[in-house]
């Protein structure tokens, strides 16, 4: 059975940096999508970014774009994204999933990933 397991995330002051790793096993397939998404109080789950395991392509929306940076250890079926230049706006739980969907780098649709981390808090004060 695929798990995903998080660890990182915390509390930081604007302009700080954070780390979110994403630590998974089972993996029985060859190729998948890792993404991360977010959800703050009150707000929808967001996807922000994601990376192919096979070619390491990334994919980042806008939001994040240049101050998130994600990438991944294939020896340690490992995702690791890097959160530099933060806001407040980016406080919120993050999730990392798995997606056997490979065509289409650049999807963030929640209902194309299978399985979910247990999602780690991050806290960016200003």
């Known amino acids: 059975e695929v798990q995903l397991v998080e660890s990182g995330g915390g509390l930081v002051q604007a302009g700080g940096s954070l780390r979110l790793s994403c630590a998974a096993s089972?993996?029985?397939?060859?190729?998948?999508?890792i993404g991360w998404f977010r959800q703050a109080p009150g707000k929808e789950r967001e996807g922000v970014s994601c990376?192919?395991?096979?070619?390491?392509?990334?994919y980042y929306v806008a939001s994040v774009k240049g101050r998130f940076t994600v990438s991944r250890d294939n020896a340690q079926n490992t995702v690791t994204l890097q959160m530099d230049s933060l806001k407040p706006e980016d406080t919120a739980v993050y999730y990392c999933?798995?997606?056997?969907?490979?065509?289409?780098?650049?999807?963030?649709?929640?209902?194309?990933?299978?399985?979910w981390g247990q999602g780690a808090q991050v806290t960016v004060s200003s």
């Open positions: 999933a798995l997606s056997r969907v490979t065509v289409v780098l650049g999807s963030l649709l929640p209902y194309e990933y299978d399985y």
């Open positions: 089972g993996i029985t397939f060859d190729d998948y999508r």
């Open positions: 990376i192919r395991i096979s070619d390491g392509g990334t």
